[in-house]
């Protein structure tokens, strides 16, 4: 491994862990982007792709974490501990924005398809435990 892999990885990771990581996160993504999916299909009536929700759930993430990093740190400096709180609500709503972009709706529907996801994704994880007899995380879970 490069010395850059070296102190991001665990000590003995080989190639294949490597692969095996990038792998599981790539099906770990398209898993994650199937509720964005139906949400999409459902408020947009049928015109949003599998494609675009991929890049929904890929951007919107990214987004965030930028303009929440972005604004608690200038902000920061300025107002104080209150950007913080700030910095969440804009950062939320970037958010809300890449998926008004990418699913081609208004910011009701972006927000609409944002918690019709988050209610799919919980609906799914209630039939996953109840199939499998597990929870993630289950301290946090009764099973079911």
Known sequence: MTPV????????TTLL?????????VILWIIISIPA????????AGRSTFGEAMLATLFGPIVYAIVLAGVSIFLGTI?????????LVLALI???GV???MF???WLGAIA???LAAIIFTILGIIIAALFHTTVPGQFFPKI
């Open 17 to 25: 862990d490597l692969l095996i990581i990038i792998i599981g996160l």
């Open 79 to 87: 107002i104080g501990s209150g950007a913080y709180v700030l910095a």
């Open 94 to 96: 970037a958010w809300i």
């Open 37 to 44: 999916y139906l949400a999409g299909k459902i408020v947009t």
């Open 113 to 115: 398809i944002g918690i």
């Open 99 to 101: 998926y008004k972009l």
């Open 5 to 12: 892999l070296d102190s991001v990885l665990p000590s003995g």
């Open 104 to 106: 081609r709706t208004g």
